[in-house]
């Protein structure tokens, strides 16, 4: 063979090659899709029921069948202010927090209500005797220092025709529940999925009073998942994918209580297994509870929520509620 054959035979066989590592380079994006994006969430608080949808997602690669590497983070004082400016994706808030950051003009949004309707309430040892509203008067409240708790029992007070007046308002700040409950409160302000159910479990007799029970505008959404504006206007991708599979992970939870929760336990071995398998079966049903899907909002509950703020001086000016949350990235 002359050597311009074999130069062109040459030639031949390394576009032939080329050509297939081009197809296989193709068929390999295809099958893979493209790198991963990283993504950040952070908690509202150590690892609980309310968060379990999220360690699901991760687990059951949700977040990798999206393309997402999502990094979950512990709570932060900044977590809203980190939200806002970019550094943090995604975070654990509530409505009452989107709020009073919306009439700041800190450009947050909430996509999603993780919980449908509010699940707190005020509790108290079953031998304090606190059964109404009105029998806290001559207590001692404990509670972690914000105003809004101030205006909350006010109104309830007056509605029941009991006066604040009369209550012993007192901050007692992260303190557990369990270790100041009858030393250094009469009753507080607990979620009922979690030390509701502790209580239960350790066998410690509580009164409940639950916050949605005293006046619908009290049947807000927390918690809520929240974004910033840019990501909501300029990044609809990521953000559609997050909650494509944020939902698929809350929807496991409300079909499979029990698997959702050993998956929260590997993730969090530090909490009580009994708690949180207990804690889930509660909580597992009213993820989504009266709603066609998980995580869907009603302006009419961010409007009447926004307006009572308002109205008991807790925000300067109203807010506009469309701008304030959006379904525009759940799952239909």
């Not at 304090?128 to 914000?146: L, M, N, Q």
Request: glycine share 6%.
């Amino acid at each position: 063979m002359s050597n311009k054959k074999k130069i062109f035979t040459g030639i031949c066989v390394s576009l032939l090659f080329f050509g297939f590592f081009i197809f296989l380079k193709n068929i390999s994006k295809k099958i893979s899709g493209n790198p991963n994006t990283k993504v950040t969430v952070i908690l509202d608080w150590s690892p609980n029921t309310n968060h379990t949808g999220i360690y699901v997602a991760k687990e059951k690669g949700y977040f990798a069948k999206e393309h997402l590497d999502v990094q979950i983070l512990q709570q932060a004082d900044d977590a809203t202010e980190a939200v806002a400016t970019g550094k943090i994706d995604f975070a654990i808030s509530s409505q009452e927090s989107v709020t009073e950051a919306r009439v700041k003009d800190i450009p947050i949004v909430s996509v999603a209500a993780i919980i449908q309707h509010n699940t707190s309430a005020f509790a108290s040892l079953a031998s304090t005797h606190i059964i109404t509203v009105r029998d806290f008067e001559g207590k001692r409240y404990g509670g972690w220092g914000s105003p809004i708790e101030e205006a909350v029992l006010t109104a309830v007070m007056q509605d029941a025709r009991a006066q604040y007046s009369n209550v012993k308002n007192i901050t007692i700040g992260t303190t557990d529940f369990f270790n100041s409950i009858g030393r250094d409160a009469d009753f507080e302000w607990i979620f009922y999925g979690w030390d509701g159910i502790e209580a239960k479990r350790r066998g410690i007799a509580i009164n409940t009073i639950m916050l949605k029970d005293l006046n619908p505008i009290l049947d807000y959404y927390t918690p809520v998942i929240i974004t910033n504006e840019q990501h909501v206007k300029e990044q609809k991708e990521l953000v559609t994918k997050f909650m494509n599979a944020v939902s698929e992970g809350y929807t496991f939870s409300i079909h499979n209580p029990d698997e959702a929760g050993r998956i929260l336990l590997r993730d969090a071995p530090e909490l009580n297994a009994d708690l949180v398998h207990q804690s889930q079966a509660w909580l597992s049903p009213r993820y989504q509870a009266d709603t066609d899907h998980w995580g869907e909002q009603k302006a009419q509950v961010w409007q009447r929520y926004a307006q009572w703020m308002f109205d008991k001086k807790l925000i300067e000016k109203m807010i506009t509620v469309n701008d304030a949350f959006t379904n525009e990235f759940l799952p239909k």
